[in-house]
């Protein structure tokens, strides 16, 4: 499955950038999610959403800055991101799973990679 990530940039902190995610117009994963990965770290998963009933789950690096968000109609994911800051620099990744993500990921309190078999390429986002 081909995703689609756009809307990376450079933006000043405090600055805001909405990523978005293409997916094939007949594609219907159970879940969506992004993930992103600084320079010397791990991957990380910051939010994922239910593509049926709009259920989210965010880590607490994303809590209250970050929205997800899911349009139906046109297969397209996004990331509202508001006050960003330095730390927030890195490519970020659109995923998708055929799994309750969003009810584990909310048990477990970690977005597990593994859980996601279908990723995009990731766009670059710099705060400075």
């Known amino acids: 499955v081909q995703l689609v990530e756009s809307g990376g940039g450079s933006v000043q902190a405090g600055g805001s950038l909405s990523l978005s995610c293409a997916a094939p117009s007949d594609f219907r994963p159970d879940c969506m999610g992004w993930f992103r990965q600084a320079p010397g770290k791990n991957r990380e998963g910051i939010a994922t959403?239910?593509?049926?009933?709009?259920?989210?789950f965010y880590a607490d690096s994303a809590k209250g800055r970050f929205t997800i968000s899911k349009d139906n109609a046109d297969s397209t994911l996004y990331l509202q991101m508001n006050s960003l800051k330095p730390e927030d620099t890195a490519i970020y990744y659109c995923a998708a799973a055929n799994v309750p993500v969003v009810a584990i990921a909310t048990m477990t309190r970690v977005l597990r990679e593994m859980d996601f078999p279908d990723w995009g390429r990731g766009t670059q986002v710099t705060v400075s």
């Open positions: 959403i239910d593509t049926d009933g709009g259920y989210t």
